[in-house]
């Protein structure tokens, strides 16, 4: 079994900044590949960004924008937001799987309670 518990999220103006932490519990964290993901009113929870042993994966909206990175001492995994827009603004999931990356949301078997982010214009 994997915890996940993310924080980080808030209200930030458009072009601004935010660190998005996951803490994860378990012995085994290096072995989970790791995926951020976000749901907006009205949408579909999607992808937005993977890491894994193996590599890292970027949705396109928000390349050269979001940095995902992750700390195998601290059992946590972070996501970087610059030059936030009012598109962003969502619930930012954090979901773990056993692996490599996947953009696939029902492959990740465990998921945080999701941290709020909300961009003005």
């Known amino acids: 079994q994997v915890q996940l518990v993310e924080s980080g999220g808030g209200l930030v103006q458009a072009g601004g900044s935010l660190r998005l932490s996951c803490a994860a519990s378990g012995r085994t964290f290096s072995t989970y590949a790791m995926g951020w993901f976000r749901q907006a009113p009205g949408k579909e929870r999607d992808i937005v960004a993977a890491?894994?042993?193996?590599?890292?994966y970027y949705v396109d909206s928000v390349k050269g924008r979001f940095t995902i990175s992750r700390d195998n001492a601290k059992n946590t995994v972070y996501l970087q937001m610059n030059s936030l827009k009012p598109e962003d603004t969502a619930v930012y999931y954090c979901?773990?799987?056993?692996?490599?990356?996947?953009?696939?949301?029902?492959?990740?078997?465990?998921w945080g309670q999701g941290t709020q982010v909300t961009v003005s214009s």
């Open positions: 890491a894994s042993r193996t590599g890292t």
């Open positions: 979901a773990a799987k056993y692996g490599s990356t996947s953009n696939e949301r029902s492959e990740y078997d465990y």
